[in-house]
């Protein structure tokens, strides 16, 4: 059984860089996609972003010019990297494994979510 | 960009009613790329309905999918108390590759 787990700061400074790491256990970050998606406090779901193990991205173009994706697979990690942070980044950041398969497209597993506030 | 459309917004049943959750798409969208996510508040979207029509682990067969091109409905054939929470469609497709729909609230009358 595939477990995510989201680490880092929960409080962030307008202008300042969002940095969060997801590590995954119970099974390989090989061979698969790993995704970032976000909601805002009491809102809808926002895909930002996903890598596969090789390191190839795709983003949300609505935030591709301040995001970055990276792996590590030794570690079994995955991290987000968010720019110039507004209060509008306020969100619950999930990190998810992205199933590409013949069957669909689909997240399958998620990480349980960690709460990044954006104040001064 | 392909934008999801759900409705209603919010529905209000008793349990043991049924339940007709829609998700609209501004253009067509394979099936195999439909999925459905159930989240409760506090917790984290939890997979449910993938390929439009497959039941993901752990569902039980009171959860339907159907649909094809750009409607597709979620259907709960009859509502239990651990039912009522926030439904999520999401689709990939063409730039941006994955979008959700707003949600629908499923709330007990």
């Known amino acids: 059984q595939v477990q995510l787990q989201e680490s880092g700061p929960g409080l962030v400074k307008p202008s300042e860089t969002l940095s969060l790491t997801c590590t995954v256990s119970?099974?390989?970050?090989?061979?698969?996609?790993w995704s970032w998606i976000r909601q805002p406090p009491g809102k809808g779901l926002e895909w930002v972003g996903y890598i596969y193990y090789t390191g190839s991205t795709n983003y949300n173009p609505s935030l591709k010019s301040r995001v970055t994706i990276s792996v590590d697979t030794s570690k079994s990690q995955f991290s987000l990297k968010l720019s110039s942070v507004t209060a509008a980044d306020t969100a619950v950041y999930y990190c998810?494994?992205?199933?590409?398969?013949?069957?669909?497209?689909?997240?399958?597993?998620w990480g349980q979510g960690t709460l990044v506030t954006v104040s001064s | 960009e392909i934008v999801l459309t759900q409705s209603p917004g919010t529905l209000s049943l008793s349990p043991g009613e049924r339940a007709t959750l829609s998700c609209r798409a501004s253009?067509?969208?394979?099936?195999?790329?439909l999925a459905w996510y159930q989240q409760k508040p506090g917790q984290a979207p939890r997979l449910l309905i993938y390929g439009a029509s497959t039941r993901a682990t752990g569902f039980p067969d009171r959860f339907s999918g159907s649909g094809s091109g750009t409607d597709f409905t979620l259907t709960i054939s009859r509502l239990e108390p651990e039912d009522f929470a926030v439904y999520y469609c999401q689709q990939y497709g063409s730039s941006p590759p994955v979008t959700f729909g707003q949600g629908t609230r499923l709330e007990i009358k």
């Open positions: 998810a494994k992205f199933a590409r398969r013949g069957s669909g497209y689909y997240f399958d597993y």
């Open positions: 119970g099974g390989s970050i090989s061979s698969y996609y």
């Open positions: 253009q067509s969208v394979s099936s195999s790329y």
